[in-house]
């Protein structure tokens, strides 16, 4: 069983720049696809970005195009998403995600395990 554990949320100004890491345990990571979520308080959680088993292929919802970049580390069984330029409205409980089918989908209910979420909070 893959277990996930999100790091690096924390509280910024808008403007500023953080990075999350989600560090999974188990053999299955490097042959998954990963993503990650995000939900805000009285919003449905929401896709942000995925990433292929390679690093090769990567998508990302339009709110987040061009500021943020999602990267893995295989060797080290580590997911990253760097979030540059942020706005309040990235304010969010930010989750990873895996999905062991090969097709990359933005729908949090093809992923198959979660992580417990990191809190991301910018200040205006």
């Known amino acids: 069983q893959v277990q996930l554990v999100e790091s690096g949320g924390g509280l910024v100004q808008a403007g500023g720049s953080l990075r999350l890491s989600c560090t999974a345990s188990g053999r299955t990571f490097s042959s998954s696809i990963m993503g990650w979520f995000r939900q805000a308080p009285g919003i449905e959680r929401e896709f942000v970005a995925a990433i292929d088993w390679s690093g090769g292929v990567t998508r990302y919802a339009n709110a987040v195009k061009g500021r943020f970049i999602i990267s893995r580390d295989n060797m080290k069984n580590t997911l990253y998403l760097q979030m540059n330029s942020l706005k309040p409205e990235d304010t969010a409980v930010y989750y990873c995600?895996?999905?062991?089918?090969?097709?990359?989908?933005?729908?949090?209910?093809?992923?198959?395990?979660w992580g417990q979420g990191t809190q991301v909070t910018v200040s205006s």
């Open positions: 995600a895996g999905d062991r089918t090969i097709i990359m989908s933005t729908l949090d209910h093809d992923y198959d395990y």
